[in-house]
């Protein structure tokens, strides 16, 4: 505790200096330079006012346990009862800095693209991909981030085979990147005239989002292609080519958005998508194609696998990867996903601090 609190120091003197470089009007002409002194004096602020907080009520402790072993009576039971509530308050703020002293994640200021798409299970796959948009829009929306659709193809039945959007807000990369993988639903479709519960599933992947200056792409290196957008059941619905779909020659992968009717916004689009994929198989090194990296999210779909599973009779989501089992899906589906959120945010947290006293040895 006491090499938390001294370490504290150096933040506060790294804080001043990043106030002073803020304050400098040259700053202001940079806007990716101050965007990211902004983004590290948020997180200086919070890591000195914890360490302030720790250490004041640090000597608060040794100040009550000092006069309750020289007071006795009614003031003794005061300084003990007082000397209980800052140790308490020291546990509770030593568990906070440790945590906010673990090293970034180096997309944790980035927005993310997420996609999701149905998988088994044909129509009802389709219809629960479109339960999941729906349920990450409102939590989205509750907690203040904005959604943008940046591309999808609905299905027969209103549903999506596949759903392409933007979440952009203050700590999307830290939530979001757990509901990457595949999500397993049982139910009685919509379509089953006979009752039974059916298993299906539907993937999301989410990628952190790409600046331009993160990723570099060669415009000969890009087949571009342009055609007619199509609604459920492969009608046209538009008289103009202005979908577009973009193949990166060297990976292979493969964007294409029509929502748009400017080809122009379209192909914008498109180039956010990729930017991101290819920003994500960067971050993957240990893969060969960029297409391992998307696996290691989305895994083949298929029934056995799953992160999650909703079950509508018994009402019921399981996160299998840490053991959570809620009986609240009604909740969560609409958009209730805070517990299960918090929950997973946190496991991660424990698993990177037992790690992290691993590597120090410390018990």
Known sequence: MTELVDRVASYEHELGEVEARLADPGVFDDRSRYADLARRHKELERIVACGRALRERVGDLAAAKEMAAETDGDDR??????????????????????????????????????????????EEANLFAGDLFAMYKVFAAERGWTLEVLGAEES?????????????????????KHEAGPHRVQRVPVTESQGRVHTSSATVTVLPEADEVDVDIDPNDLKIDVYRSSGPGGQSVNTTDSAVR???????????????????????????????????????????????ARRGQVGGGGRSEKIRTYNFKENRVTDHRIGLTL?????????????????????????RLVEGDASTGSP
């Open 77 to 122: 039971l005061a300084m003990v009862a007082e000397a209980d509530e800052a140790e308490a308050d020291v546990a509770r703020l030593t568990a906070e800095l440790r945590v906010l002293l673990l090293p970034p994640d180096p997309n944790d200021h980035r927005d993310v693209i997420v996609e999701i798409r149905g998988a088994e299970g044909g």
């Open 156 to 176: 027969a039945l209103g549903g999506f085979s596949t759903i392409t959007f933007r979440v952009a807000g203050d700590g999307v990369w830290t939530r979001l």
């Open 246 to 292: 973009i193949t990166h020659l060297p990976t292979g992968l493969v964007v294409s958005m029509q929502d748009e009717k400017s080809q122009i916004q379209n192909k914008a689009r498109a180039l956010v998508v990729l930017r991101s994929r290819l920003l994500a198989a960067a971050q993957h090194a240990q893969a060969a194609e960029a297409s391992d």
């Open 327 to 351: 009986y609240k899906l009604d909740k969560i589906l609409a958009g209730d996903l805070s517990e299960v959120s918090d929950a997973l945010v946190m496991d991660e947290q424990q698993h």
